[in-house]
């Protein structure tokens, strides 16, 4: 009779764990570039204005005292949402010293953008500016072009992390601040017989062993969300997904 418990025991670990991985399988972040504030793997600006990036991501960082400023194009998300890539993304390059850092995301090819802030800037870009940033990135591309867009709305986040004033479309807010409420019901529409099967095997983990399985399982995916990558000159920050997305 004990060996048949154990052997039970088990059989719910591995179904937990084969069921649960997918909604917590990371994206592939490709490392980031030598010079870091610029990171064009989209290929979707010329080399003037990644150095023009690429300095005033080093002024923001000097005037600042640690705030980082990158910028990253993608021709794919790797199947996963922006705010899940975006999110990955900043926390594997640990951006800005004290959480201080943004991460501005361009998917090329799904013509999504993200403004990613970190804990330490959240109060000063705020989600609302985010959002409006991302609505003049939008108008800048139709009227300029992608070059042209991806400059102007950079420049606008240094003008606004050290202080100065930028100008910004006047709309109402429509973006959404965070990917969690986004995330859970995209994995409830998609999944609901994975999501019916990880509620029975946690009923049966709750009836005969107290909830001590599922607890176990909860504080291992806790500790390994909180790893972070290194970045070629991060500075140690971390994001709780703040910020803004929207599509151009």
């Given at each position: 009779m004990?060996?048949?418990?154990?052997?039970?025991?088990f059989l719910i670990i591995a179904i937990l764990l084969t069921t649960a991985a997918p909604l917590y399988a990371e994206p592939k972040i490709p490392p980031a570039t030598a010079r870091f504030y610029c990171n064009d793997f989209a290929d979707i600006i010329d080399k003037?204005?990644?150095?023009?990036?690429?300095?005033?991501?080093?002024?923001?960082?000097?005037?600042?005292?640690?705030?980082?400023?990158?910028?990253?194009?993608?021709?794919?998300?790797?199947?996963?949402?922006?705010?899940?890539?975006?999110?990955?993304?900043?926390?594997?390059?640990?951006i800005g010293t004290k959480d201080k850092g943004v991460l501005f995301l361009v998917d090329a090819v799904g013509r999504e953008a993200r403004i990613e802030v970190g804990y330490g800037l959240e109060g000063m870009l705020t989600d609302i500016q985010s959002y409006r940033l991302l609505e003049k990135f939008a108008e800048v591309n139709e009227e300029e072009g992608m070059e042209k867009a991806v400059a102007t709305v950079y420049t606008d986040i240094c003008r606004i992390v050290t202080g100065q004033s930028v100008e910004l479309p006047e709309r109402g807010y429509g973006g959404s601040s965070s990917k969690k409420e986004a995330d859970i019901t995209d994995i409830i529409r998609k999944n609901p017989l994975l999501i019916i099967i990880i509620a029975v095997l946690i009923l049966l983990d709750l009836i005969l062993t107290r909830g001590r399985i599922t607890g176990f399982l909860i504080r291992i995916m806790i500790l390994s969300g909180r790893r972070g990558g290194g970045g070629n000159s991060g500075g140690g920050g971390r994001s709780g997904g703040g910020g803004a997305s929207g599509r151009f």
């Open positions: 004990k060996l048949k418990k154990i052997c039970f025991y003037s204005t990644e150095d023009r990036i690429n300095e005033l991501g080093e002024e923001v960082n000097r005037s600042t005292g640690g705030g980082q400023i990158v910028f990253a194009s993608v021709s794919s998300l790797d199947g996963y949402t922006i705010e899940e890539y975006a999110n990955e993304m900043y926390n594997k390059w640990k």
